[in-house]
């Protein structure tokens, strides 16, 4: 069962954010607008969970690329997007907060 909690939710070993952030990873907020407007993690790029498939243009997919949103469902989800679509080096950051905490 966790297993495959792990794998939908791309919750795995802990990613070093740090080096991620060294590297040029985009930190992703997929929360709405105004969920973003109320507090972000600066430098962040925002783009909704629901837009994410029309906005992968906006992306590059040779930067590390780190998810996040409120809890860590909504970045489960765009992660898998993301990986549906030819990004390899997608992490799932978790909430903005506790992310915000580790870079």
């Known amino acids: 069962m966790m297993e495959t909690l792990k794998k939908i939710f791309g ?10 952030m060294k590297e040029g990873a985009v930190i992703l907020d997929v929360r709405s607008k105004g969920e973003y ?3 972000h993690i600066k430098g962040s790029i925002n783009i909704a969970v629901d837009q994410l498939k029309a906005n992968l243009h906006r992306l590059n997919k040779q930067k590390p690329i780190i998810t996040c949103c409120a809890s860590g469902m909504r970045s489960g989800s765009a992660k898998g997007i993301l990986e549906s679509h030819g990004f390899s080096n ?14």
């Open 11 to 20: 919750v795995g070993p802990s990613a070093d954010y740090k080096q991620l």
């Open 37 to 39: 407007a109320g507090g």
């Open 90 to 103: 997608v992490y799932n950051g978790g909430s903005w907060i506790g992310l915000n905490q580790k870079i």
